[in-house]
């Protein structure tokens, strides 16, 4: 399986949505977490299972809670650009994809 690397700003909104579903009911902060780290190693596993859109991310869309992870299938990583919540400005994580790494 390749590596994965996250995007700085994708850590903090990560971080943030954590803090969020804690604070909203004990231990829910934690499933967010468990949630997107199952993800994460779903997209792991077969990185190409999800189509690949016109800007070059693929998105696998979370079950639980209202998230897409959006990442691209690089030659020798996953890069995770954005866990983006469904209702938050669609793009708003674009500006990301011009200092891919």
């Known amino acids: 399986m390749k590596p994965v690397t996250v995007e700085e700003e994708a850590e903090r909104e990560l971080a943030g949505s954590v803090d969020f579903y804690e604070h909203r009911r004990s231990g829910l902060g934690l499933d967010f977490v468990q949630a997107a780290h199952d993800a994460v190693r779903m997209i792991q596993a077969d990185p190409e299972r999800h189509p690949l859109q016109k800007d070059g991310t693929r ?12 990442y691209i299938d690089l030659s020798d990583r996953i890069w995770i ?21």
């Open 59 to 70: 998105c696998y869309f979370m079950d639980r809670f209202p998230f897409i992870i959006r």
């Open 81 to 101: 650009v954005a866990f983006a919540h469904t209702s938050r400005k669609p793009g708003y994580w674009k500006p990301r994809l011009q200092f891919k790494p």
